[in-house]
Structures are given as C-alpha cells and as structure tokens.
C-alpha cells in the first residue's frame, strides 16, 4: 500500500504522496472537468454522440485520465448510482486508480435547460431558487441544501454546480431563475444558509462540495443578453454598483464554499482588464484570493478554449477578449488568471505541452492539482466514499418526506400580487387553460368553454424572444412584454369571465393591463397546478415576497441600468411586494 492508499495518515501527506507519483498527463488530466452522459439503464455511454459529447468515457477517463465529470440528462436514481459506481470501477482501474468526481447542474427544480439547470425528474420538487429567496427563509433553505446534499449523495454527486448567487439587477438577463432576487443581504443570508447545508460545518465524507458562481456577479449583462453568446459577452457598471454586486460572494466565502466559478463576462469601462472573467487576474487573483481571502477551487464556467458543438451547432469558445488567441494561449491565460481547472474541456495535451515548453511551470500546475487533490481525499473517495448503494439510492431520492418538503416550499413561495375574491370557497364552475383538466377537477367543475364558467384560472411564463439556434432557445432572453396578440387573447377571458392569473416568473414580466384586469394575479417561481390550486381555494397559504421588481413597460426597462437593484420607472410592483391571503377566508360569491 502507498502512503496516499493509507486513511490513517493526514490528507496532507496523502495528497504530496499522490502528487509525486503523478506523470505530466495524470496531473493534466485533473485540470479539466467536462461533461458526461449515460445510458438509461445505469451502464457508461460506448459512444461519442457527436452533438454534445466528442469523446466516450473510455476515452476521457482512460486515455485523457480525466477524473471530474458532469452529468448531463435525467435518469432514474437506481441507474443514476449504478453508473456512478461503473465510473468509478473504470477510474479504479487506471495506474493510480484516482477517483471520479462527479457534479451536476441543478435538479430539484422545473427549468430544463442543458446549460443550466434539470427538471427534477426522479429528485424532489422544490420552487427555484427565486421561490426560496421568496420566502426569504434561511432555515427552510437550509433544509433543502440538506435534501439536496442527501440526495446528491445517494447517486454519487460529489460537486454542485451551484448556488448561483449573482443579483438579479437587469430585468432581462436570462439567468435570474436560479438566483435569489435582487436583493444583496438576503441573498448572503440565503448562500450562508445553502453552504452549509450542502458542505456541512467543514468538507467531510458527507458533504457536497458547493461550486458557487458566477463570481464577481453576472447580473449586470449589457442589454440583459447572455454570455454564453458573443452577443452576450459585454458585462457593464453604469450604475457604479460593482462592489454591491461583490456582498454574497463575500458571504458564501465566509461560509465556507469549496469552490467558485468565475462568470463568462466581459467587463466593459472599469479599472479591470476588459477580458473574459475566467481569464482575468486582477479580478481571479487579485480579488477572490488576495483581498477576499479564498483558498478553494476555481474552476471556469464551460467551454472557454475551443470551439464545440451544442445539440450539433457549432459554438464558439467563450474566449472573450481574447479571441485572438490560440488554444493553448487561452489556457495559459486562465492558469495564470488563477484558475485550477477548465469546465467542459477536455484537452490535457495542451498543458502537457504548455509545461514542456516551459510556458507554465509544473509547480504551477502542482498548485492546483494539489486543490483538486486535497478535495478527493477530504470528500471521502479514496476511502469509504468511493460507491454507493443503488438500493439505498432508489429509497432516498424522491424520498417521501423530502418530496412534501419540496410541495410545501412551492405553496409558500406562491406571491399573491391582486388577491381580489381569493381564497375562493365552495365548488365552482371552472375553465382553466395551461392547467391540468384532472387536477382541477379536485376544485370545481371543470367545463370546456368560458361562457358556461363562473370562474377561470390561467397560467402564463414570462415572455421571451425566440433565438435562432437549439441551444440559445433555452436562455430565455430579449423582451419582457406579452406579444400584443398573446396580451389581446389573455384580456378576452379576463374580460369573459373572473380569471386568476398565475405567471411563472424565470425573470420580470411586464404585465400591467393583466395586473389591471385580473380577478386575482399570482406569481410562481416553479409550483405545481395542486400547489396553486391549494392558495386559489384557501387550503394553503402563500407567503411570498416579489424577489425583484415587476416593471411597467419595456421603455423602463431600457431606461434602467443593469448594475442596480430595482431600478426602472414606477413599477407595477415593488421588490418585495405580496399580499397574505389567509386560508379558508373570505372569498367570491358566485
């Protein structure tokens, strides 16, 4: 047994031990985090599926010696841990046998967008993350980081890809879904409350390490366009707000986060380099480590050196402001930026290559696979850690207790913005559109045309622009206004019959001849048609607070600047706006 191989000795000792026993490729192969799919029935993907994948996790784990690994799709959680436990046998079989790390997006929640975040599937459903800043409820978010670490155990994640802490300040920013508002304070309340629930009082063999992102704060977005995108790139301060942006990132440190992400952005008229985040050393090194103290893992949000298909279209790297550059210069970049390791890459060759040509030293790259490393050890996947139980994982995820804890955060997080006849008693005559026919029918009489209704219930999103190509289409961008033939079809029925409206907000709607007309308007942040249905007719109360502002029009929306919070013009309603409305109170005579 090698000294590494030994729990009975210090991490410490473990990872130099490993760490001098490392060829050039091993320690390469630990700077890069990419992404994996599985098959549906637990065994590893064999083949590249060309749209999204390039390589096959033979190839990634035993050819590149890649050992961190993301997992994209949604699966069943016995196959989900039958996988994990395949991964791991392949890594165990490797030279030094490193264990894999796995991570994962979100999926506790409704939004499916591969780039971001799942739908639950097979977990517990809980509201995003802008329901629980809703709530504003340290504890109850502490308790369902603890759920989601319980969870996450049971399938072998090790890593979160999130929270995702960055303020919600311009309106259109796709991204706000998985944040906690606008509001900084609450927003540090919440990730204290989230790191510790997922990590524990320190890194253990029961902890999910939490990667919070998107540091230093990816909410001020020019025009509320997408990073991702070129279009997207540019990241603006006209507000002079920069260091409010910076509060939960100094919180989520405080607590204790394993790791960070810096954002895709590009910084545009500041004293920073106007260079993409994760290539930025005044912002990498010179902030996150020396002035704000943090001694984690940095790893870059996906895919910043080299071109890969998405869903089969072609996306260019998000190598912002340093397009020019080749491949490995973008590489050499970011490490001495200060980043450990690259998300959704796969080219250990250039960091051969980089520390043969003596353009990185190995030290370097030792400093940061000793992080990497140091990680490994602490979460246990040397050691007890290394698989998990596919039976226990079957009983865990979707565990009953953890799912009535995710249904009951969905009907607190319910914002009444109009109450008017709410809650509504008795057993009325019901037409409800986007709302499950056979769920209703628990409430009222479900009939087919308005006209034989006396009461009507409709659920709407926040609108969107369409985008060109597979990918963007999930980073719902662009206006936030009902189309005026959407808008003209909604006040028909409000005019027809008493409606309750309930928009799901994933960011501001402009809403303010539906606010006007409405019997009742609802806001959701991912509820289900029980979990409304439950307010409507007073079984259940919501207690949500608007995490943002709810603006007027697009021309106030324009006129905002990006960096600060709640910022446009006589809005309909204010951040932190939302009504109690008691069960089984007085309702609408009908």
């Known amino acids: 047994m090698h000294p590494y191989q030994d729990p009975s000795r210090p991490v410490a000792e473990r990872v130099e031990d490993l760490l001098s026993r490392m060829t050039p490729e091993e320690k390469a192969g630990q700077l890069f ?78 939004t499916d967008n591969i780039g971001a975040s799942f739908n639950a599937g097979a977990f517990s459903a809980w509201p995003e993350a802008l329901g629980l800043a809703a709530i504003g409820d340290p504890d109850l978010v502490h308790a369902f980081a603890d759920t989601v670490r319980r969870e996450y155990l049971s399938v072998g994640f090790r890593t979160a890809l999130h929270p995702q802490i960055d303020l919600a300040t311009e309106p259109r920013w796709s991204r706000q879904s998985g944040t906690f508002g606008s509001d900084a304070k609450l927003t540090g309340e919440l990730v204290r409350a989230y790191v510790r629930g997922l990590q524990g009082p320190a890194l253990g063999p029961d902890s999910v390490a939490a990667m919070v992102k998107h540091f230093p704060g990816g909410g001020p977005q020019k025009d509320g366009e997408d990073p991702h995108f070129p279009h997207g790139k ?210 009222g009489e479900v009939v087919a045309d308005p006209a034989g209704a006396e009461l009507a219930v409709l659920r709407l999103r926040t609108p969107y622009e369409e985008r060109p190509n597979r990918f963007e289409s999930f980073f719902h961008s662009g206006s936030l206004a009902f189309r005026p033939e959407e808008l003209d079809g909604v006040l028909a029925l409000l005019r027809a019959v008493p409606t309750v409206v309930c928009v799901n907000l994933e960011r501001p709607a402009v809403l303010p001849e539906i606010a006007e007309h409405a019997a009742a308007l609802i806001a959701d942040y991912g509820a289900s048609d029980e979990a409304l249905l439950d307010v409507v007719f007073g079984r259940a109360k919501a207690e949500g607070r608007l995490p943002f502002e709810l603006p007027r029009s697009m021309a106030a929306v324009e006129a905002s600047r990006p960096d600060v919070p709640n910022d446009t013009l006589d809005p309909v309603f204010p951040h932190g706006h939302g009504l109690d409305v008691l069960p089984h109170g007085h309702g609408l005579e009908i």
Request: charged share 25%; net charge negative.
């Open 33 to 110: 985090h990419t992404m994996l799919t599985m098959n549906a029935d637990g065994t590893p993907v064999t083949e590249a599926d060309g749209e999204t994948i390039e390589l096959t996790t033979r190839q990634l784990v035993e050819d590149r010696q890649l050992t961190h690994f993301n997992l994209l799709g949604t699966y069943g959680a016995r196959e989900m841990a039958l996988w994990h436990n395949a991964i791991q046998e392949m890594a165990a079989s490797t030279r030094l046998g490193i264990p894999v790390s796995l991570s994962t997006d979100p999926r506790h929640t409704f």
């Open 234 to 443: 540019e990241q603006v301060y006209p507000g002079g707000m920069r260091e409010h942006h910076l509060e939960p990132f100094k919180a989520a440190i405080a607590a204790g986060c394993s790791q960070m992400m810096p954002y895709y952005g590009q910084p545009i008229g500041t004293d920073w380099e106007e260079v993409g985040f994760g290539f930025n050393k005044g912002v990498v090194t010179g902030l996150l480590r020396e002035e704000l103290g943090f001694t984690g893992i940095v790893c870059s949000d996906w895919g910043l050196l080299q071109d890969h298909p998405i869903f089969g279209e072609t996306h260019v790297a998000r190598a912002w402001g340093v397009e020019h550059l080749s491949v490995a210069e973008r590489a050499a970049k970011a490490l001495d930026a200060g980043v450990d390791q690259f998300g959704g890459e796969e080219c250990p060759e250039v960091i051969v290559e980089l520390v043969a040509t003596g353009r990185i030293s190995e030290a370097r790259i030792d400093d940061s696979v000793r992080r990497l490393l140091r990680e490994k050890f602490l979460l246990g996947l040397f050691d007890a850690r290394r698989y998990v139980d596919p039976d226990e994982a079957a009983e865990t995820v979707g565990r009953a207790d953890f799912t009535a804890a995710g249904a009951a955060a969905q009907r607190r997080s319910l914002t009444v913005l109009t109450d008017g006849p709410l809650p509504l008693p008795g057993r009325p005559r019901l037409y409800v559109e986007n709302v499950d026919p056979a769920v209703a029918a628990a409430y």
